[in-house]
């Protein structure tokens, strides 16, 4: 195998990686503010289905939850599971998964905020829903974005997760190349690697001037 087909391999794999990274934080970041809502909710037994939603996420292993998505519709309800649910499964969980903890983080910057300003908005007349999305949500970002940034890069590398559910990914793709006649031993380990690294600064870069852009907000 020549480095051009072992690159070329891995760049598909690649693609596969970076759909599961876009689709889970489109996901996954907007279900994080609704599940801090449900966590909020004055709606006792609401608040302790999404108390319970978000300790099982975040007390048991990305794998297992994996597997209980894309096996469960087989168990539970005796459908039949084709190879077209994977990439869907490996989507559902990984945005249910990273929600939870997003809403975690987005719980910590709201509440971070002085109570003095929900005060000062209410004294000028706005409604609860003009306060937070004009005066909370802004500040909140501005605070969370370490935190936001952190998860980010982990879920770069947990994506690596979606083999276990037979999903290509890269570094699926780099054991293939490692394991086939004439494969390129721990050179398409070291190329997956590199790759990793370089998409991972890419996104600490992007992070970095998002929150720099944000830096009025004190």
Do not use: C, H
Not at 97 to 103: D, E, M, P, V
């Amino acid at each position: 195998m020549t480095v051009q087909t072992m690159l070329t391999l891995l760049m598909q794999g690649f693609l596969t990686t970076l759909a599961i990274f876009t689709l889970t934080l489109l996901g996954s970041l907007p279900l994080g503010l609704l599940v801090y809502f449900g966590k909020k909710s004055r709606i006792a037994p609401l608040r302790w289905l999404v108390n319970a939603y978000i300790s099982i996420m975040r007390g048991t292993p990305l794998m297992l939850q994996l597997m209980v998505v894309y096996f469960g519709p087989n168990l539970l309800f005796g459908l039949s599971v084709s190879g077209n649910w994977r990439f869907s499964a490996v989507i559902i969980g990984f945005v249910i998964n990273y929600a939870a903890y997003f809403a975690e983080i987005y719980r910590g910057g709201i509440e971070s905020i002085p109570r003095g300003q929900y005060e000062a908005a209410e004294v000028l007349g706005y409604t609860k829903t003009q306060t937070f999305m004009k005066i909370i949500l802004p500040q909140m970002v501005k605070r969370v974005m370490p935190s936001v940034t952190n998860e980010v890069i982990t879920l770069v590398k947990d994506t690596s997760l979606a083999y276990v559910i037979g999903v290509v990914e890269m570094f699926t793709r780099a054991k293939q190349i490692n394991s086939a006649p004439g494969g390129m031993g721990l050179w398409a380990f070291l190329a997956a690697g590199v790759i990793y690294y370089v998409f991972n600064f890419i996104v600490t870069v992007v992070m970095d001037q998002v929150e720099k852009k944000m830096s009025y907000y004190q």
